[in-house]
Nanobody
Framework: DVQVAESGGGSVHDGGSLRLSCVASGYSLGDYCLAWFRQAHGKEREGVAAIGYYGSTYAADSVKGRFRISKDNANNTLYLQMNNLKPEDTAIYYC???????????????????WGQGTQVTVSS
Protein backbone atom coordinates (compact mmCIF):
# COMPACT_ATOMS: atom_id res chain seq x y z
CA ASP A 1 0.00 0.00 0.00
CA VAL A 2 1.00 3.60 -0.49
CA GLN A 3 2.48 5.60 2.34
CA VAL A 4 2.34 9.39 2.42
CA ALA A 5 4.34 12.02 4.26
CA GLU A 6 3.59 15.73 4.51
CA SER A 7 6.01 18.63 4.70
CA GLY A 8 6.01 22.38 4.24
CA GLY A 9 4.17 23.53 7.32
CA GLY A 10 5.37 26.48 9.35
CA SER A 11 4.47 29.79 10.93
CA VAL A 12 3.37 32.80 8.90
CA HIS A 13 1.59 36.07 9.49
CA ASP A 14 -1.94 36.88 8.45
CA GLY A 15 -2.00 37.17 4.65
CA GLY A 16 1.06 35.00 4.12
CA SER A 17 1.49 31.93 1.94
CA LEU A 18 2.72 28.38 2.33
CA ARG A 19 2.92 25.37 0.06
CA LEU A 20 2.42 21.95 1.56
CA SER A 21 3.79 18.83 -0.08
CA CYS A 22 2.82 15.20 0.33
CA VAL A 23 5.22 12.63 -1.06
CA ALA A 24 4.02 9.10 -1.70
CA SER A 25 6.01 5.91 -1.57
CA GLY A 26 5.14 2.35 -2.38
CA TYR A 27 2.68 3.12 -5.14
CA SER A 28 1.88 5.69 -7.80
CA LEU A 29 -0.27 8.62 -6.70
CA GLY A 30 -1.72 8.61 -10.17
CA ASP A 31 -3.83 5.61 -9.13
CA TYR A 32 -5.42 7.44 -6.19
CA CYS A 33 -7.98 10.03 -5.22
CA LEU A 34 -6.23 12.46 -2.87
CA ALA A 35 -7.12 15.13 -0.39
CA TRP A 36 -5.92 17.52 2.26
CA PHE A 37 -7.62 17.68 5.63
CA ARG A 38 -6.94 19.80 8.67
CA GLN A 39 -7.63 19.61 12.35
CA ALA A 40 -7.53 22.62 14.61
CA HIS A 41 -7.00 22.26 18.33
CA GLY A 42 -10.20 21.06 19.96
CA LYS A 43 -12.05 20.67 16.66
CA GLU A 44 -12.93 17.82 14.35
CA ARG A 45 -10.86 17.02 11.30
CA GLU A 46 -12.31 18.65 8.19
CA GLY A 47 -11.79 18.34 4.47
CA VAL A 48 -9.94 21.23 2.86
CA ALA A 49 -9.40 20.24 -0.77
CA ALA A 50 -9.43 17.12 -2.89
CA ILE A 51 -8.31 16.03 -6.33
CA GLY A 52 -9.82 13.15 -8.19
CA TYR A 53 -8.23 10.39 -10.23
CA TYR A 54 -8.84 12.36 -13.44
CA GLY A 55 -7.82 15.69 -11.96
CA SER A 56 -11.13 17.21 -10.88
CA THR A 57 -10.66 19.42 -7.83
CA TYR A 58 -12.89 20.25 -4.88
CA ALA A 59 -12.45 22.79 -2.10
CA ALA A 60 -14.19 23.66 1.10
CA ASP A 61 -16.06 26.97 1.00
CA SER A 62 -13.76 28.38 3.67
CA VAL A 63 -10.70 28.10 1.42
CA LYS A 64 -12.10 28.63 -2.07
CA GLY A 65 -10.14 31.27 -3.94
CA ARG A 66 -7.23 31.03 -1.47
CA PHE A 67 -6.06 27.39 -1.55
CA ARG A 68 -5.26 25.30 -4.61
CA ILE A 69 -4.65 21.56 -4.71
CA SER A 70 -2.52 19.95 -7.41
CA LYS A 71 -0.55 16.81 -8.02
CA ASP A 72 2.58 15.83 -9.91
CA ASN A 73 2.24 12.21 -10.88
CA ALA A 74 5.78 12.06 -12.27
CA ASN A 75 7.20 13.04 -8.88
CA ASN A 76 4.52 11.23 -6.89
CA THR A 77 3.74 14.41 -4.97
CA LEU A 78 0.54 16.15 -3.91
CA TYR A 79 0.58 19.88 -3.19
CA LEU A 80 -1.55 22.43 -1.40
CA GLN A 81 -0.79 26.03 -2.27
CA MET A 82 -2.21 28.25 0.47
CA ASN A 83 -2.44 31.99 -0.12
CA ASN A 84 -3.90 34.80 1.96
CA LEU A 85 -3.69 32.68 5.08
CA LYS A 86 -5.81 33.65 8.05
CA PRO A 87 -5.47 32.83 11.76
CA GLU A 88 -8.45 30.49 11.46
CA ASP A 89 -6.41 28.36 9.04
CA THR A 90 -4.16 27.37 11.94
CA ALA A 91 -4.27 23.57 12.22
CA ILE A 92 -2.44 20.35 11.59
CA TYR A 93 -2.78 19.52 7.90
CA TYR A 94 -3.02 15.92 6.75
CA CYS A 95 -2.63 14.27 3.38
CA UNK A 96 -5.06 11.45 2.61
CA UNK A 97 -5.38 8.91 -0.19
CA UNK A 98 -7.66 6.14 -1.43
CA UNK A 99 -7.06 3.91 -4.42
CA UNK A 100 -10.24 4.59 -6.36
CA UNK A 101 -11.02 6.26 -9.69
CA UNK A 102 -14.05 8.07 -8.27
CA UNK A 103 -15.41 8.84 -4.81
CA UNK A 104 -18.88 10.25 -4.01
CA UNK A 105 -17.71 12.41 -1.10
CA UNK A 106 -14.21 13.72 -1.81
CA UNK A 107 -14.07 15.90 1.32
CA UNK A 108 -15.34 13.27 3.73
CA UNK A 109 -12.98 11.68 6.24
CA UNK A 110 -14.62 8.29 5.74
CA UNK A 111 -13.60 8.24 2.06
CA UNK A 112 -9.87 7.78 2.71
CA UNK A 113 -7.90 4.88 4.13
CA UNK A 114 -4.34 6.19 4.01
CA TRP A 115 -3.18 9.14 6.09
CA GLY A 116 0.03 10.96 6.76
CA GLN A 117 1.28 12.12 10.14
CA GLY A 118 0.43 15.76 9.52
CA THR A 119 2.27 19.05 9.35
CA GLN A 120 1.56 22.07 11.55
CA VAL A 121 0.47 25.36 10.03
CA THR A 122 0.27 28.38 12.33
CA VAL A 123 -1.01 31.77 11.19
CA SER A 124 -0.61 34.71 13.52
CA SER A 125 -2.50 37.97 13.36
Amino acid sequence: DVQVAESGGGSVHDGGSLRLSCVASGYSLGDYCLAWFRQAHGKEREGVAAIGYYGSTYAADSVKGRFRISKDNANNTLYLQMNNLKPEDTAIYYCAAVRMTWVPRPLSIDTYNTWGQGTQVTVSS
